[in-house]
């Protein structure tokens, strides 16, 4: 794969992240942020294996992974958590209306373990842009993989969702800014001139 295709693969995927991570409801991936994030680790492979610098696309994978993983755990944890006070509520009738202590622990539960996961998913991806910006000379990812991180940490109170959004548009734009690297000129073998 290019340098061209994967930076703009990559640069296609940070925007769709961006965008989906806008338009989703309660933080969650939505399905553009889904196609988004294929799209930058398949772009994030040619960028590694252009630079020859593997972690580049091992770190961008694990951040993946720890995403998903966390997604998954706090969706289980939610459903599990509503689904125990809706029988809680319909076993006691009198109490009806009343959320059980169970249920709101659970939830908030949910809520942590998601934020756990989006931190440590934030801090892969942080690596993965540090290397890259290292490689590429482009120190924008610098500055996205780090606001991308602060934005994690602050989803615990959801103004993290801004800065997770920011982070992803900074990418986009240094992805979209990578350089090919100066081409050196072959050394010309001195003509000889016969006088």
């Known amino acids: 794969m290019s340098l061209e295709s994967s930076k703009t693969l990559s640069g296609v995927g ?6 989906g991570s806008f338009t989703s409801l309660s933080g969650f991936m939505g399905i553009l942020s889904l196609i988004g994030i294929i799209l930058v680790l ?11 610098e593997k972690g ?36 006691m009738m009198s109490e009806m209306g009343k959320i059980p202590w169970t249920t709101i ?27 890259l910006s290292e490689k590429s000379g482009e120190k924008m990812f610098d500055t996205a993989g780090l606001i991308l991180l602060i934005g994690a940490v602050l989803t615990i109170i959801l103004i993290g969702a801004i800065l997770t ?5 900074l990418a986009a734009v240094a992805f979209f800014s990578i350089k090919p690297p100066p081409t050196t000129e072959q050394p010309q073998a001195p003509t000889s001139s016969t006088t």
């Open 14 to 19: 940070a925007i769709l992240i961006a965008v």
């Open 42 to 52: 398949i772009g994030m492979k040619g960028l590694a294996d252009f630079y020859g």
């Open 56 to 91: 580049i696309f091992d770190n961008a994978l694990y951040g993946f992974i720890f995403g998903i993983i966390g997604v998954v755990v706090a969706i289980a944890l939610f459903v599990t958590a509503l689904l125990s006070g809706i029988s809680w509520s319909m076993g």
């Open 105 to 131: 622990g659970g939830l908030l539960l949910g809520w942590i373990t998601f934020v756990v996961f989006v931190i440590v998913e934030a801090i892969f991806y942080r690596k993965a842009f540090s290397l």
């Open 165 to 169: 959004l920011i982070a992803w548009i």
